[in-house]
């Protein structure tokens, strides 16, 4: 079974209302999560990273006001879509990792499809 | 900063035929983890196999082998005996000390029956 839980697999919203989405990991502690967006027939493109009890690192180009990670446990991390757009459009998946080292499997959670109206 | 190259947008392969899907990167790195995942129409991301770089042994899972030639920086993946459930994209991915994972732009394999 599932060893990451992502929630909602699918959401729709309105412009400018704001959009929690939940990765939890269920049978083993995640050290390290990471989040990912993709678009239609493209690659992840690696939001940001978070280790528990310490804020989440963004990558170039993502705005940390707009998408907030919180990651306050060791088996829940959250991603909150603040004043969705239209542009925010795009599938979310999480992954989760039980060690600093890939000597560790990354498991992935099934992913969120959200829609801007 | 790493990056990885997948260079075939597309490729198709009769069902039970063997194709090959090829993957370079670069790195100034020693130690790293090399991936390939596969991500059917139900978009969840699935391991299919993954190599650390220390091990000379090409890893294999059933089906399923890499060809990693870590000098010239190349880790192809195998699939034998092609079956309809292998269509979907594949990512070859790098994890290496900065704890990120870089993904190619993936491949979109079909496999006709």
């Known amino acids: 079974g599932a060893v990451v839980s992502q929630h909602p697999s699918r959401v729709i919203c309105k412009s400018g209302t704001s959009v929690k989405i939940e990765c939890r990991s269920l049978d083993f502690q995640a050290t390290t999560m990471f989040w990912y967006r993709q678009f239609p027939k493209q690659s992840l493109m690696l939001m940001a990273t978070s280790n528990e009890g310490s804020k989440a690192t963004y990558e170039q180009g993502v705005e940390k006001d707009k998408f907030l990670i919180n990651h306050a446990s060791l088996t829940l991390s959250t991603l909150t879509v603040t004043s969705a757009h239209p542009e925010d459009s795009s599938f979310y998946i999480c992954?989760?990792?039980?060690?600093?080292?890939?000597?560790?499997?990354?498991?992935f959670g099934s992913g969120t499809q959200l829609s801007v109206l | 900063a790493q990056t990885v190259t997948q260079s075939q947008p597309e490729m198709s392969v009769q069902e039970a035929e063997t194709v090959t899907l090829s993957c370079t990167y670069d790195?100034?790195?020693?130690?790293?983890?090399l991936f390939w995942y596969k991500q059917p129409p139900s978009r969840q991301m699935i391991l299919v196999i993954r190599?650390?770089?220390?091990?000379?042994q090409n890893a294999t899972e059933n089906r399923f082998s890499v060809n990693f030639q870590k000098a010239a920086k190349s880790f192809s993946l195998k699939i034998s005996d092609s079956q309809l459930g292998d269509t979907a994209m594949y990512f070859c991915?790098?994890?290496?000390?900065?704890?990120?994972?870089?993904f190619g732009k993936g491949i979109t394999l079909s496999v006709r029956p």
């Open positions: 991915a790098f994890g290496g000390a900065n704890s990120k994972l870089t």
């Open positions: 992954s989760c990792r039980g060690a600093l080292s890939w000597g560790e499997k990354l498991f």
């Open positions: 790195t100034s790195e020693n130690n790293y983890y």
């Open positions: 190599q650390e770089a220390y091990k000379q």
